[in-house]
């Protein structure tokens, strides 16, 4: 909820401003009300999310926001373990942080269309896995949620619309829970 800024000059220096919500302790003693940082509200159904996010701390803030809205989040923290998680259950929503070691959010995109299209998709670190991914998405579309740290380009360069539903950019706040709603046409 609150606000970073820098101005920045070569050769001159740096001026970091920082606005926090703050709530005046009153002098009566009693502690202020605690901050909640504003969420969107949800649709009425409660959806399966995964959030494919490789930053712990991000991860639990992302995760907090969803439950918080009352979506049911699965997590994982790469690619690979996103497609094994797939392999295994359905889900309405996947969040992909696109700057991920390993398998990074467009190369598991890539995947996952791919499967959805029914073309053979081997990867070999996926095992037995390949084959439920084969049959589970197939004919299916999932709702990718494409997530950077950068605005998304005008160009397109960063995110292929042909592989993605939306964008948001970290940091995380009601801007999930709108993407969410986006899924099932709430906004």
Not at 52 to 78: F, M, T
Not at 143 to 162: I, M, T
Request: with cysteine.
């Amino acid at each position: 909820g609150g606000e970073i800024t820098v101005d920045s000059e070569a050769g001159q220096g740096s001026t970091f401003t920082i606005s926090l919500p703050m709530t005046k302790v009153s002098s009566s003693g009693e502690p202020p009300p605690r901050y909640e940082p504003e969420v969107a509200p949800g649709p009425v159904k409660s959806l399966e999310i995964l959030l494919v996010e490789n930053d712990g701390s991000q991860q639990e803030i992302a995760e907090a926001l969803l439950a918080k809205a009352g979506h049911r989040v699965n997590k994982a923290a790469s690619g690979l373990e996103a497609l094994h998680c797939m392999a295994k259950f359905q889900y309405d929503v996947v969040f992909l942080v696109l700057d991920m070691p390993v398998l990074g959010g467009r190369a598991t995109a890539l995947d996952i269309r791919a499967f959805e299209r029914g073309e053979d998709v081997d990867r070999l670190e996926l095992g037995y896995d390949n084959d439920w991914l084969s049959a589970r998405l197939s004919g299916q579309h999932t709702f990718l949620v494409a997530v950077s740290a950068k605005p998304r380009q005008k160009d397109g360069a960063e995110v292929d619309n042909s592989l993605f539903d939306h964008h948001i950019c970290k940091p995380y706040g009601k801007n999930l829970v709108e993407a969410v709603n986006r899924s099932v046409g709430l906004s």
